[in-house]
């Protein structure tokens, strides 16, 4: 039985080899995302405001910013708002082109309604870039505008990923014995078999949870586009989908009023005829797992009246669990510290790879000269 798992381990490494370096790659990249766009664009994804919440300017009203949009971008309607307040990072205001589903994406400074880039694609700046290389490989679009064979790779890629680490550890199935035993004055086969499962065993969980994400974001994507949202029913907005009467400020401050604890942080704006407008955020006391986004207050895209206010204190144990996903694939849940330790157990797949490519390498070679 071990020998079968070792071959469909085998097998399943070198057939995922390359695009598990790609993904491992640019993810321990990606974890610091944030960080690195203030520092490659200090003037465009950064805010010149200090973190001590005496200092930090008041954002100005909602409405007085979305018009200041609105006017500066006319071939534009607004898709989504993500909003900010510690006065260190940018908003980021997402653009549907009218007559189009083309989506792009600005900085914004909301205390002084400053516009601090042009509308830009999803694969414009490097980090975006490596986020679309980590997601779909930079293969979607090809046989179609909406084809999504990329994200059909990154969900195999995830599948495989999660099984090379189930059979990793039925493989080496008493790991825990030797978690701590590298031989160094060996030779480099020897070396290279017990640093692969040292390597394999102290990075298994989070690889796991990296594999389990990556199949859900995959899968979600994949489904969306299948049987949610087929690419012959893709809309083309040509206006605004929402009542130009409605008072987006107080849609905001209203929101918190009707969740306990309540922090906007994202504003969907109808881009859709079926979609309304939803302010999603999080509170305190939340699962610590909760995204930025784990609760959501829905107003009617016609008229502003509210339609819903889901706590996600509240949800159910597979809401919580899938919402969790987010902080956990990138690793964000523990501020620093944990985006550090994900950053270095993401490059894992690489080191496998390469001692795993030379133990299969140096086996094959052994039959032979054995044949």
Same mark, same amino acid.
């Given at each position: 039985?071990?020998?079968?798992?070792?071959?469909?381990?085998?097998?399943?490494?070198?057939?995922?080899?390359?695009?598990?370096?790609?993904?491992?790659?640019?993810?321990?990249?990606?974890?610091?995302?944030?960080?690195?766009?203030?520092?490659?664009?200090?003037?465009?994804?950064?805010?010149?405001?200090?973190?001590?919440?005496?200092?930090?300017?008041?954002?100005?009203?909602?409405?007085?910013?979305?018009?200041?949009?609105?006017?500066?971008?006319?071939?534009?309607?607004?898709?989504?708002?993500?909003?900010?307040?510690?006065?260190?990072?940018?908003?980021?205001?997402?653009?549907?082109?009218?007559?189009?589903?083309?989506?792009?994406?600005?900085?914004?400074?909301?205390?002084?309604?400053?516009?601090?880039?042009?509308?830009?694609?999803?694969?414009? $700046?490097?980090?975006?870039?490596?986020?679309?290389?980590?997601?779909?490989?930079?293969?979607?679009?090809?046989?179609?505008?909406?084809?999504?064979?990329?994200?059909?790779?990154?969900?195999?890629?995830?599948?495989?990923?999660?099984?090379?680490?189930?059979?990793?550890?039925?493989?080496?199935?008493?790991?825990?014995?030797?978690?701590?035993?590298?031989?160094?004055?060996?030779?480099?086969?020897?070396?290279?078999?017990?640093?692969?499962?040292?390597?394999?065993?102290?990075?298994?969980?989070?690889?796991?949870?990296?594999?389990?994400?990556?199949?859900?974001?995959?899968?979600?994507?994949?489904?969306?586009?299948?049987?949610?949202?087929?690419?012959?029913?893709?809309?083309?907005?040509?206006?605004?989908?929402?009542?130009?009467?409605?008072?987006?400020?107080?849609?905001?401050?209203?929101?918190?009023?009707?969740?306990?604890?309540?922090?906007?942080?994202?504003?969907? $704006?109808?881009?859709?005829?079926?979609?309304?407008?939803?302010?999603?955020?999080?509170?305190?006391?939340?699962?610590?797992?909760?995204?930025?986004?784990?609760?959501?207050?829905?107003?009617?895209?016609?008229?502003?009246?509210?339609?819903?206010?889901?706590?996600?204190?509240?949800?159910?144990?597979?809401?919580?669990?899938?919402?969790?996903?987010?902080?956990?694939?990138?690793?964000?849940?523990?501020?620093?510290?944990?985006?550090?330790?994900?950053?270095?157990?993401?490059?894992?797949?690489?080191?496998?790879?390469?001692?795993?490519?030379?133990?299969?390498?140096?086996?094959?070679?052994?039959?032979?000269?054995?044949?």
């Amino acid at each position: 039985m071990r020998k079968t798992f070792f071959k469909v381990h085998s097998y399943l490494a070198l057939v995922a080899l390359i695009p598990l370096f790609i993904v491992s790659i640019t993810g321990s990249i990606l974890v610091f995302k944030v960080e690195i766009d203030q520092w490659l664009m200090p003037k465009v994804a950064a805010l010149p405001y200090t973190q001590s919440e005496k200092e930090v300017p008041e954002r100005l009203n909602h409405n007085i910013l979305q018009q200041h949009i609105e006017g500066e971008f006319p071939d534009y309607i607004l898709g989504a708002w993500e909003l900010f307040n510690d006065g260190h990072e940018a908003d980021r205001v997402y653009l549907v082109k009218k007559g189009t589903d083309d989506w792009f994406k600005i900085y914004f400074d909301p205390f002084a309604n400053k516009v601090l880039s042009e509308p830009v694609n999803f694969s414009h $700046y490097i980090t975006d870039f490596l986020l679309q290389l980590h997601y779909t490989f930079m293969l979607n679009g090809i046989g179609g505008k909406h084809a999504q064979w990329g994200t059909v790779l990154g969900l195999i890629a995830a599948v495989i990923l999660t099984l090379l680490g189930i059979t990793g550890l039925v493989i080496h199935r008493k790991f825990w014995l030797k978690l701590f035993d590298l031989r160094i004055k060996v030779s480099l086969r020897v070396f290279s078999g017990d640093f692969h499962r040292l390597v394999g065993a102290w990075s298994s969980p989070i690889i796991f949870i990296l594999g389990v994400t990556g199949i859900y974001f995959n899968a979600v994507a994949i489904y969306h586009e299948l049987f949610e949202h087929p690419s012959e029913e893709h809309f083309e907005p040509t206006e605004n989908l929402y009542d130009s009467s409605i008072d987006f400020q107080q849609l905001l401050n209203d929101s918190r009023v009707q969740l306990d604890t309540f922090t906007p942080t994202y504003l969907l $704006y109808p881009y859709e005829p079926e979609v309304n407008i939803t302010v999603f955020g999080h509170q305190q006391r939340a699962n610590p797992f909760a995204s930025n986004y784990s609760s959501t207050v829905t107003y009617d895209r016609t008229n502003g009246e509210l339609l819903n206010a889901f706590d996600g204190r509240d949800a159910s144990a597979v809401v919580k669990t899938t919402d969790s996903f987010r902080e956990l694939h990138f690793g964000s849940f523990g501020g620093l510290g944990s985006k550090i330790i994900w950053c270095v157990v993401g490059l894992s797949p690489v080191l496998l790879g390469v001692t795993g490519l030379y133990i299969w390498i140096f086996r094959n070679r052994k039959k032979k000269k054995k044949g």
